[in-house]
């Protein structure tokens, strides 16, 4: 298969709605309140937000490569950071799927089997999702939320998902699952290897580090995020309830399976940041400009590595 193959209509479509969304977002916010919050916004600031959302992705480097070295599968330095960040030109697809993109490059140019690395990518998921929950825990009372309202069927899903690919039975029906998602049927070949790679990474070591690593990502995404907020003369949100705001908004996009959670996460995110005493029309515009750092950043960096890629021969 060539990545190539990721990048067609469908790709095209979800960029289209993507542009809807926000159209419809900001229109429902007043063009003058668009206007106005953007004038407003420091510009000098923006170099330093970048840093910081582009430190954060390191951490997640680090997890991924914790996870390849788990395996033994060890790339160049260089082309092992091309290939994580080319990952994220598929970003604005259901629970990120489109990172599976990684499978076809380290087949390309590392000559990883993709039954080998298909089960990285579920369990950078997985470990995403349980650093993602802990951290909106953290949060959660500061906000007045109902905790058992909102972490309980989090945490049930987290555990359903981990049984389907740690048992045995539970992978079984899993794969079944897989057979009837055209794009991910040919993933559920050589079903042995994959559950063997999942089990091995799934040790309390290997799930304490890339679950504490998460943490610290959404940590640092987060501190990124206030600098946004500061640069917008938003000065009064404590950093904690960000943190759970934001985890939270990212966690309902993930069950929204909606593409990169477009829509359901600067939906989420603008009404929690009306808790905080903002008008819903001023919390959306904030919502769709932190989305541009902490999502659409993400993509372009993507493409440029993609494009890198491109240019390393094999």
Request: proline letters at 3%; one cysteine or more.
């Amino acid at each position: 298969m060539k990545y190539s193959e990721f990048l067609g209509k469908k790709y095209l479509l979800i960029i289209l709605g993507s542009v809807a969304i926000y159209s419809a977002f900001l229109f429902f916010s007043d063009f003058n309140q668009v206007y106005d919050t953007i004038q407003n916004f420091q510009t000098s600031s923006i170099p330093l937000i970048l840093i910081i959302i582009f430190s954060s992705w390191l951490v997640v480097f680090l997890r991924w490569t914790i996870l390849l070295n788990k395996h033994e599968l060890h790339i160049p330095l260089k082309l092992n950071i091309l290939i994580f960040f080319a990952g994220f030109t598929l970003a604005i697809s259901p629970a990120k799927s489109g990172e599976l993109i990684k499978t076809i490059l380290l087949k390309n140019k590392c000559q990883i089997p993709i039954t080998k690395s298909i089960p990285i990518i579920f369990l950078e998921r997985f470990y995403d999702m349980i650093g993602t929950a802990a951290v909106a825990a953290l949060g959660i009372t500061f906000l007045g939320l109902d905790l058992g309202l909102i972490l309980i069927p989090i945490i049930l899903m987290i555990i359903g998902i981990f049984y389907l690919f740690y048992s045995r039975k539970g992978f079984s029906i899993a794969l079944k699952i897989l057979n009837y998602i055209k794009p991910l049927k040919k993933f559920s070949e050589n079903a042995e290897e994959s559950h063997r790679i999942i089990r091995t990474a799934s040790d309390v070591k290997t799930i304490c580090s890339c679950s504490g690593l998460t943490i610290i990502f959404r940590l640092i995404e987060s501190f990124g995020i206030i600098l946004i907020l500061s640069g917008l003369g938003i000065d009064f949100i404590n950093f904690l309830n960000l943190l759970s705001m934001y985890s939270i908004s990212v966690i309902i996009g993930s069950i929204s399976m909606s593409p990169g959670g477009l829509g359901v996460i600067e939906g989420s995110f603008a009404g929690l940041l009306t808790l905080e005493g903002l008008e819903l029309k001023t919390a959306l515009v904030i919502a769709v400009i932190v989305r541009f750092f902490t999502l659409w950043f993400a993509v372009l960096v993507g493409f440029i590595a993609l494009k890198i890629i491109d240019l390393v021969k094999n």
